[in-house]
């Protein structure tokens, strides 16, 4: 297992690099000599590893269209050097004894030429300390070190564009866009239907109001055009 993983993620062995800067022609995996074994009584402690998936788009970085071949030299450049940030951002953070490593999974063109998408994993684990391990802590680590998610080393980004494992989600991202915390934005939506209830209250009022001295003018003239004879008799009498 251990060679096929190596072999993996040299390219099968095809380009024999090691990273960026190292060749080699040949590998050997030896397990553990058997005197070795045999005065080792504590078992090797199995990680309890989490993955993270971070997205996030570098503005200073033109995708080319070699970037999207793995086995190109672009790739391999821009891929090294990402994780090398990446792995410095978190060797930093308070998250580094957690700290496991970072992979550029893809590379990838956005809306502008002058940007490039990147795909990473990040492996921490998770049962090296207190403190529950979640989206929401690498995202914050991320966010903070990085200057509100403007500067990664030599890489400037775009602060939007920061998502680790789904979060935040669009509904969140809308919500920070506009400024307002989410409890500020139910109290204006409850503001606002209270004022079309109130202006619904107000415009039946007023046809009512409307209604009524419509009512009492109706009556009136009603009145006026009545004949009433025993004002005659009196008009009558009086002369």
């Not at 893809?106 to 990040?122: E, M, P, R, Y």
């Not at 929401?136 to 030599?154: A, E, P, Q, W």
């Not at 009524?212 to 009145?223: E, L, M, N, P, V």
Request: net charge neutral; with cysteine.
């Amino acid at each position: 297992m251990v060679k096929e993983t190596f072999q993996r993620e040299t390219r099968n062995g095809t380009s024999q690099w090691l990273g960026q800067r190292f060749q080699f022609k040949g590998m050997t995996v030896r397990a553990l000599d058997p005197a070795i074994a045999a005065v080792t009584d504590t078992p090797l402690l199995e990680l309890n590893l989490k993955n993270f998936v971070v997205n996030f788009t570098i503005t200073n970085l033109p995708f080319r269209g070699p970037m999207e071949n793995p086995d190109s030299e672009v790739h391999r450049n821009a891929k090294t050097s990402i994780e090398g940030e990446l792995t410095r951002l978190y060797e930093q953070s308070t998250l580094k004894t957690e700290f496991i490593g970072c992979s550029v999974e893809h590379l990838s063109a956005t809306d502008w030429k002058d940007q490039t998408g990147v795909g990473a994993v990040c492996a921490f684990e998770a049962n090296s300390g207190p403190r529950h391990l979640d989206e929401r802590v690498v995202y914050d680590i991320f966010n903070n070190l990085t200057n509100n998610c403007s500067m990664l080393g030599k890489y400037t980004l775009d602060h939007r564009s920061l998502v680790v494992n789904g979060y935040p989600s669009s509904v969140a991202l809308m919500t920070e866009e506009t400024g307002l915390p989410f409890w500020a934005i139910i109290l204006i939506c409850l503001s606002v239907l209270l004022g079309f209830i109130l202006l619904f209250v107000i415009c039946c009022l007023t046809n009512f109001c409307k209604k009524r001295r419509a009512s009492k003018y109706t009556d009136q003239q009603g009145i006026w055009n009545t004949y009433f004879p025993h004002l005659d008799m009196w008009n009558n009498g009086g002369i």
